[in-house]
């Protein structure tokens, strides 16, 4: 079946550090890549998306690019901020045997931004 | 614009008494839901989903059961509640025509006593 891997964490990073959060992904044909964003006590919000290898999703920053060749989805940002404080999921999205899409999450990254 | 609406936002019940959460979803017809649970300090586990109206998916076995009477109306419920239920309970919908990302709601924190 579809599976997702990511570090658990936690990430402590100094305020304008360089954020890297690799995600790896194991699926049969060709998944949709996302990043999710948790605030503490909210639900999960779509940060950005990727439907195609080599495709490139970007938003408030940060970005991911879908490599197939290494089957990894790894989430990037020049400069964190103590805003950027968050859980940071990793999923794909794709057809399971019932035919119907599903999506499989990573465990999820926790990212602590000190100023 | 779609909104997905869940409730309560919190909730503490005892042992033994029922539960139910509701969600709704506007602006979009025909949605794929989605019921997860997030324990503490894990990841989600999908609990159920349903592709239309009656047609319900149960990922897991396990206390809860969900029923979907209205195209965008989705309910789970329990009959008893265990220790093991508490969590923060998340529904989604997703664009059954396939656009494949899913749009969560705010969640419900329910504690079990």
């Known amino acids: 079946g579809n599976s997702v891997t990511q570090m658990e964490g936690p990430v402590t990073l100094s305020e304008e550090a360089f954020l890297t959060i690799n995600c790896t992904y194991t699926?049969?044909?060709?998944?949709?890549l996302f990043w999710y964003v948790q605030y503490p006590g909210e639900g999960l919000q779509l940060l950005l998306k990727?439907?195609?290898?080599?495709d490139k999703g970007s938003n408030k920053g940060f970005e991911a690019t879908y490599r197939k060749e290494t089957t990894s989805f790894h989430l990037e940002k020049g400069s964190v901020q103590v805003s950027d404080s968050a859980v940071y999921f990793c999923?794909?999205?794709?057809?399971?045997?019932?035919?119907?899409?599903?999506?499989?999450f990573g465990i999820g990254t926790k990212l602590q931004v000190i100023p | 614009s779609q909104t997905i609406h869940q409730w309560p936002a919190t909730l503490v019940q005892p042992v033994g008494s029922p539960l139910s959460l509701e969600c709704t979803v506007e602006?979009?017809?025909?949605?794929?839901l989605y019921w997860y649970r997030q324990a503490a300090g894990r990841g989600l586990q999908l609990l159920f989903y349903?592709?239309?109206?009656?047609?319900i998916s149960s990922e897991v076995p396990q206390n809860l059961s969900a029923s979907r009477p209205q195209d965008r109306q989705f309910i789970l419920s329990s009959k008893k509640l265990l220790l093991s239920d508490s969590g923060f309970y998340l529904c989604?919908?997703?664009?059954?025509?396939?656009?494949?990302?899913?749009?969560f709601g705010p969640g419900t924190r329910l504690t079990v006593l």
């Open positions: 989604a919908w997703s664009d059954g025509g396939g656009t494949r990302e899913q749009f």
């Open positions: 699926a049969t044909g060709y998944p949709s």
């Open positions: 990727a439907t195609k290898a080599d």
């Open positions: 999923a794909l999205s794709g057809l399971n045997s019932g035919g119907y899409q599903k999506v499989t």
């Open positions: 602006g979009t017809s025909n949605p794929n």
């Open positions: 349903s592709v239309g109206i009656g047609q």
